[in-house]
């Protein structure tokens, strides 16, 4: 039971990791190829509907990722204590 409650923990937290690193990423509203030749300035567009949608997405899916953390956090350290 130990092994597959610390199991279930890591793949949660790799999971949650994965959330937060793609979403998290993503937020982002430099010009990547004028940044690279060192011209780029921040320009924040007005945001459209899709904008508001998509960015309000990546905030929910990048605090689930967070969240997974936790939880992948919480079963291990409970493997390592109460199931033995």
Known sequence: M???VNS???????????????FLT???FAD??????G???LVI?????????????SVFLSKMGLGFIIIGGILQILSNHFFD
């Open 39 to 41: 011209e780029g300035l």
């Open 8 to 22: 279930v923990g890591v793949i949660f937290s790799t999971l949650g990791a994965l959330l937060v690193w793609h």
């Open 32 to 37: 990547k190829e004028a940044y690279l030749r």
């Open 2 to 4: 130990k092994a597959y």
């Open 45 to 57: 567009p007005s945001p459209n509907d899709k904008d508001i949608k998509r960015f309000k997405r």
């Open 26 to 28: 993503e937020l982002n």
